[in-house]
T-cell receptor, first 113, second 114 residues
Framework: DAKTTQPNSMESNEEEPVHLPCNHS???????IHWYRQLPSQGPEYVIH???SNVNNRMASLAIAEDRKSSTLILHRATLRDAAVYYC??????????????FGQGTILTVHP | NAGVMQNPRHLVRRRGQEARLRCSPM?????VYWYRQLPEEGLKFMVY????????ESGMPKERFSAEFPKEGPSILRIQQVVRGDSAAYFC????????????FGSGTQLSVL
């Protein structure tokens, strides 16, 4: 899986939107962009994924740059329960993808009341 | 529909003992993955199994570690003759299909070696 770069940490206030960036300049045409998050003392949790178009689900939105070299995870209204480590991961849609995820250091999101 | 179940949640072993970590995947999932998270480090892939088969064990240490996913029962990660460096959180994940599917993770087993 190709490498991603994320800021080590970010802070937000409760009820405000949060934009978590991810750079993946070496992304290939068959790589999906996946986001997982890990709450304290828990296993990772799937958040969202996309290929080219922006994606929305009940948890978040994913904005993908036109050249696909970067993406942004958007939490529309942060809550204290969103405090976690957020991982941006590239997954090849080809035959070797399966579940072998390559986790980086992620972004530690702190949410202030 | 219960999620991925791991037990025990915490496991304490003395050096030289064996550790057995169990993982029951979500109902209908036949693909299981084990990951390890060492203190202050990221999650690292260890092994990928389907029922009765090891598909990819490229992340497993060459000695003392083994994994199985029998036809009946949970997947087991076994660590023989544990050492202090084995202390870590071990996470199991499952998916319905192998390719491109999102993974569902358990809450992990925290192994502490005294």
């Amino acid at each position: 899986d190709a490498k991603t770069t994320q800021p080590n940490s970010m802070e937000s206030n409760e009820e405000e939107p949060v934009h978590l960036p991810c750079n993946h300049s070496t992304i290939s045409g068959t790589d999906y962009i996946h986001w997982y998050r890990q709450l304290p003392s828990q296993g990772p949790e799937y958040v969202i994924h996309g290929l080219t178009s922006n994606v929305n689900n009940r948890m978040a939105s994913l904005a993908i740059a036109e050249d696909r070299k970067s993406s942004t995870l958007i939490l529309h209204r942060a809550t204290l329960r969103d405090a976690a480590v957020y991982y941006c991961i590239l997954r090849d849609a080809g035959g070797t993808s399966y579940g072998k995820l390559t986790f980086g250091q992620g972004t530690i999101l702190t949410v202030h009341p | 529909n219960a999620g991925v179940m791991q037990n025990p949640r915490h496991l304490v072993r003395r050096r030289g003992q064996e550790a057995r970590l169990r993982c029951s995947p979500m109902k209908g999932h036949s693909h299981v993955y084990w990951y390890r998270q060492l203190p202050e480090e990221g999650l690292k892939f260890m092994v990928y199994l389907q029922k009765e088969n090891i598909i990819d064990e490229s992340g497993m240490p060459k000695e003392r570690f083994s994994a199985e996913f029998p036809k009946e029962g949970p997947s087991i990660l076994r660590i023989q003759q544990v050492v202090r460096g084995d202390s870590a959180a071990y996470f199991c994940a499952s998916s319905r299909l192998g390719l491109g599917e999102k993974l569902f993770f358990g809450s992990g087993t925290q192994l502490s070696v005294l």
